[in-house]
């Protein structure tokens, strides 16, 4: 049977595009980044800094508190600004000014004798899919690619740059299909890495063209993954969809262009699946 599904998908999304969608909503539960000591949540560019959700504290911090960063352990930079104080020499007057400042933190997870204060993340009783089960490890194993699960973080994320993608538990998840969705987007995005597919070949800011046809790439080939190995819940697609609306009003609608992003995830998806570009859909 030649039923190409690939297209078919993308029929769907730009007809339920058309149709209108419900707002999208993050379908794990998690904590967003705070530190562990002042239990402020970081912001700003921190939010792009820190990799992962959860609690975070400097080398002292985990030092005054008894506990110690595990040997081989790599901390993430932070940025903050430090009122600094200067005495005008013709005036006296004390003039203020804020000085960019860094500071090495470590995850909680990073981190021995030292017990998290965050509320437990209430687990779900979920049961891994084979099929989704077997695509992942087989892709990985092809890949390459490095995978980390971070038990209570809020991210969800692939880092080009260490190629590697990390990503909450699937207790965290309501449903087992919502858990594969996210983790096929990851697994989408890294397909672009210079030693893949060869598509993330440029810095792209938070926003533009080139990030919004990234993310359209990503979600469309979940789609099409989860289709590809029979997982097809109406629930999961439409906020799928929701996704894909948000990043496509940023280019005002422009269907083509989500079109030209479904070639993109199509090529994704063959990778992910082991399927030669010469055989088809």
Known sequence: M???????????????????????KKCWQGSEPINYVTRKPYNGVN???????????????????????????????????????????????????????????????????????????????????QAAENTFN??????????????????????PTSDQITMPMIEQFTTAEEYYSVLFHESAHSTGHSSRLNRLTESAAFGSNSYSKEELTAEIAACMTLSKIGIE?????ENSVAYIKGWSKKLKEDKKFIVQASSQAQKATNLILNIAESAGA
């Open 233 to 237: 819940v109406q629930e999961v697609f």
């Open 47 to 129: 939010l792009l800094l820190l990799p992962y959700g959860g609690e975070w504290l400097t080398f002292k911090q985990t030092k005054d508190k008894g506990g110690h960063v595990r040997k081989g352990e790599r901390g993430s930079m932070i940025v903050f600004y430090k009122q600094l104080e200067s005495v005008d020499e013709d005036t006296g007057k004390v003039k203020k000014y804020p000085m960019l400042r860094y500071s090495t933190v470590f995850h909680i997870s990073q981190v021995d004798g030292i017990e998290s204060k965050l509320e437990a993340v209430q687990d779900n009783d979920i049961e891994p899919i």
């Open 138 to 159: 087989d892709y990985v194993a092809r890949s390459g690619v490095k995978v980390q699960f971070v038990k209570g973080s809020n991210s969800a994320h692939y880092s």
């Open 2 to 24: 030649s039923l190409d599904i690939y297209k078919m998908i993308t029929d769907k999304i730009l007809a339920q595009l058309e149709a209108g969608v419900i707002p999208w």
